[in-house]
């Protein structure tokens, strides 16, 4: 299969310059994980333009969010990211003995999140809200969208592409979540152990992101891995824009 021509919006430094990989990929050997490197700094460039147009991001970056706003972006983020995990191990589950070391990081790195939840309802308390709340809350319309769409793809017979949704989740971790729990904190009063959720990912993704560009420059990134984990690194950016569009829309 041969690659299709990258139509770049913007310049490549500069969109290296903002993806969460950089230029990693450009020193390595495999001409895919090249090309990926490339793709994916086009799909994050385009995946910040989204989230500029969002109003909770918004409302966060320019220090404005209120109390009430701020829990629910954290009720309605536990839904989801109580899912984590299961996409996670469904991916390791699908992957076959001759994708071995994919399935094994894939176990590491659920092993790692399956817990995640637990620090978004611990923030949600808090900051004055109520356990049975966020425990008892529905997916947003955009939430579930995303949470059904990565499961789907997951599913498939060993699915590479799937790195493509750790590449925008991942990189919200390294490249928004410290930025978020810092706005977060200014604008309410509050210190760290009230957005712990967002203050843990903004250091523990940094090291993710060193495992990701691991998978994306090793021989199972190929021109049919590749082009499979820019579609969903694309449809998981504007799922992702979706669920913070639609804020307790169940």
Known sequence: MQLPELELSQSLEMMFEQSPLQNRL?????EASKWLGKALAQVWYEFELQLKKVDVVAQIENKTITQDQYLSYLRNMRQQVS?????????????ENSHVLLRNALISHAREEHQDFLMLEKDYVKVGGN???????EMNIGSEALSSFIMSEASKQNPVGIFGATFI????????AAL???CIQEALGVDKDSV???????????????NL?????????????AIQARRIAKIVGRLYALQLEE???V
């Open 169 to 176: 989740i991942e990189g919200l971790g390294s490249h928004k």
């Open 247 to 249: 804020l307790d829309n």
């Open 180 to 182: 978020w729990s810092r």
């Open 131 to 137: 356990i049975e709340e966020i425990q008892n809350g």
């Open 26 to 30: 450009e020193s390595v050997e495999n």
């Open 83 to 95: 899912q984590g995990a299961r996409w996670i191990t469904r991916a390791a589950s699908s992957m």
């Open 196 to 210: 712990s959720f967002l203050y843990y990912h903004g250091v523990a993704d940094e090291d993710h992101y060193d």
């Open 213 to 225: 560009v691991k998978v994306l420059s090793s021989p199972f990134i190929t021109p049919a891995t």
